[in-house]
Nanobody, 125 residues
Framework: QVQLVESGGGLVQAGGSLQLSCAASGRTFSARGMGWFRQAPGKEREFVAA????????WYVDFVKGRFTISRDNAKSTVYLQMRSLKPEDTAVYYC??????????????????WGQGTQVTVSS
């Protein structure tokens, strides 16, 4: 069984920065892609960023490109999301997720097998 535990959320002013972390248990972490999603009140969960198992490939949704950076440390079984130039519309619960072995889409929730409990990010204007 895999467990994902997010941390690093909080309240920040617009223009500020936060770094989210997601620590994973389980022996297959380095072989599997990881993703970050977010869900604002009344909205569907949406893709934010993803990274391949090796860390050599990354994907971002357009509205975070240039502001967010996903990275991973396989030795620590941890994935990070560095968020800069935060905007009020970035306010949401952020979830990390562990991708399954066979899906090729990194953008869809159905490609992910395990999810963390979420961490709240609130950006004030």
């Amino acid at each position: 069984q895999v467990q994902l535990v997010e941390s690093g959320g909080g309240l920040v002013q617009a223009g500020g920065s936060l770094q989210l972390s997601c620590a994973a248990s389980g022996r297959t972490f380095s072989a599997r892609g990881m993703g970050w999603f977010r869900q604002a009140p009344g909205k569907e969960r949406e893709f934010v960023a993803a990274i391949s198992g090796s860390g050599t490939s990354t994907w971002y949704v357009d509205f975070v490109k240039g502001r967010f950076t996903i990275s991973r440390d396989n030795a620590k079984s941890t994935v990070y999301l560095q968020m800069r130039s935060l905007k009020p519309e970035d306010t949401a619960v952020y979830y990390c997720a562990l991708k399954d072995f066979y899906s090729t889409e990194y953008y869809h929730t159905r490609s992910y097998e395990y999810w963390g409990q979420g961490t709240q990010v609130t950006v004030s204007s």
